[in-house]
């Protein structure tokens, strides 16, 4: 049973391009959260999402970032206009169910190193 | 709102020793659940052990334990017989029960295991 997939490892753009994280669940998740990790920083959570649904985006900024999960394919975090604060470490983690029921262990996926030119 | 606070920046132990890496949480919600990761060089997020708020018993697995304080708010790993391969940054995480699933994280301890 794979882990939780992501591509790219290592992403480069310039200032003003898009970019486009992509994240496979593991095998049975249908839950799937996006977190970002700042140099020398702890992570930081962005987004939670279910199938076709957007449960929890509190942590997203406002503008330039967008997150979907569909109902085939990948969840996919999309950054608009990168800028250099953008530079930063970000994960993917996925769960079976939610929490409400008890423990919910979030797996992580080896995360995409965005560099902003 | 909901906090995760690490004291310790850096800690350093003698190879074979045991260690404890400090973690106090915040929050007034009665059910959540406490997290340890464990962050290598190699970048990727590896979970160690995990404690809910009502569990009676301190978690272990392996030599990890989790030393929990509930009125304290405290939420310590203790890794025994440390090993060269435990040196890596450590995450304290906390989620709240049917709170949105997030995990809020620490700022993270960096550990030095030597010889």
């Known amino acids: 049973n794979a882990g939780v997939m992501q591509n790219p490892r290592h992403l480069v753009r310039r200032r003003g391009q898009e970019a486009r994280l992509r994240c496979s669940p593991m095998k049975g998740h249908s839950h799937v959260y996006w977190y970002r990790q700042l140099p020398e920083e702890g992570l930081k959570f962005m987004v939670y999402?279910?199938?076709?649904?957007?449960?929890?985006e509190s942590g997203m900024p406002k503008e330039r970032f967008s997150a979907e999960f569909p109902k085939e394919g990948p969840s996919i975090l999309r950054i608009q206009q990168v800028v250099r604060g953008d530079s930063a470490a970000y994960f993917c983690?996925?769960?079976?169910?939610?929490?409400?029921?008890?423990?919910?262990?979030?797996?992580f996926g080896p995360g995409t190193r965005l560099t902003v030119l | 709102a909901q906090k995760i606070t690490q004291t310790q920046p850096g800690m350093f132990v003698q190879e074979k020793e045991a260690v404890t890496l400090d973690c106090t949480y915040d929050?007034?919600?009665?059910?959540?659940?406490l997290f340890w990761y464990k962050q290598p060089s190699s970048g990727e997020m590896i979970f160690l052990i995990y404690q809910g708020s009502y569990d009676q018993q301190n978690a272990t697995e392996g030599r990890y334990s989790l030393n929990f304080q509930k009125a304290r708010k405290s939420a310590n790993l203790v890794i025994s017989a440390s090993q060269l391969g435990d040196s890596a940054m450590y995450f304290c995480?906390?989620?709240?029960?049917?709170?949105?699933?997030?995990?809020?994280f620490g700022t993270g301890t960096q550990l030095k295991v030597e010889l």
């Open positions: 929050t007034s919600d009665p059910s959540y659940g």
């Open positions: 983690a996925s769960s079976p169910r939610s929490s409400v029921i008890g423990h919910n262990e979030q797996f």
């Open positions: 995480a906390m989620e709240l029960t049917g709170g949105g699933n997030k995990l809020t």
């Open positions: 999402l279910q199938k076709e649904n957007i449960i929890d």
